[in-house]
T-cell receptor, first 118, second 114 residues
Framework: AQTVTQSQPEMSVQEAETVTLSCTYD???????LFWYKQPPSRQMILVIR??????QNATENRFSVNFQKAAKSFSLKISDSQLGDAAMYFC???????????????FGKGTHLIIQP | DAGVTQSPTHLIKTRGQQVTLRCSPI?????VSWYQQVLGQGPQFIFQ???????GRGNFPDRFSARQFPNYSSELNVNALLLGDSALYLC?????????????FGNGTRLTVT
């Protein structure tokens, strides 16, 4: 079974600065998807960024970018020019490309609470 | 366009009771998934339905069941509630059942079992 580990329960960053959230995962599969989701106090999980394992190029969405190291099984999220609205829980998630065997859903890490200091 | 809607928002039940949670996906989305999020943890996968058929099931007991209706809305049922079932239940929809499809989540139903 796949596992996702987020080793930073909480991170704090000054507004306008850059912060990196860490995520490692364990899998024996060669093809899969990785995601970062944001969960503000409103509780709704919002997709931040998606990476396909077969693509070597790191995904980027405006101020959000990832550093995907497939051999190291690492998938960190970098947030540039942090804004107050970025404050939330951030979850790293893994999804297999294979169907069945109970491996159909997203496997989430425990999350990192991101605090933005004004 | 309306997002994923879940009802009710909050619910309080007693141990041993049964509960039904409801989810309406984004218009045009045919896949619905359910997740349980215990306080302080990441969500855990319960079920996925696509075109009214179960496509995946997580490691949850048979007390948990779900179904999807012809209009693609879904219900999650939990029987014989335990204190440990207290959690935020999230519903997510996607246009298709493919695993690369991004999931769109609702705001969840907060279930408290006393």
């Amino acid at each position: 079974a796949q596992t996702v580990t987020q080793s930073q329960p909480e991170m704090s960053v000054q507004e306008a600065e850059t912060v990196t959230l860490s995520c490692t995962y364990d899998t024996s599969e060669s093809d899969y998807y990785l995601f970062w989701y944001k969960q503000p106090p409103s509780r709704q999980m919002i997709l931040v960024i998606r990476q396909e394992a077969y693509k070597q190029q790191n995904a980027t969405e405006n101020r959000f970018s990832v550093n995907f190291q497939k051999a190291a099984k690492s998938f960190s999220l970098k947030i540039s020019d942090s804004q107050l609205g970025d404050a939330a829980m951030y979850f790293c998630a893994y999804r297999s490309v294979y169907m069945g065997g109970g491996a159909d859903g997203l496997t989430f890490g425990k999350g990192t609470h991101l605090i933005i200091q004004p | 366009d309306a997002g994923v809607t879940q009802s009710p928002t909050h619910l309080i039940k007693t141990r041993g009771q049964q509960v039904t949670l409801r989810c309406s996906p984004i218009s045009g989305h045919k896949s619905v998934s359910w997740y349980q999020q215990v306080l302080g943890q990441g969500p855990q996968f319960i079920f996925q339905y696509y075109e009214k058929e179960e496509r995946g099931r997580g490691n949850f007991p048979d007390r948990f069941s779900a179904r999807q209706f012809p209009n693609y809305s879904s219900e999650l049922n939990v029987n014989a509630l335990l204190l440990g079932d207290s959690a935020l239940y999230l519903c997510a929809s996607s246009p298709q059942g493919a695993h690369g499809s991004p999931l769109h989540f609702g705001n969840g139903t907060r279930l408290t079992v006393t």
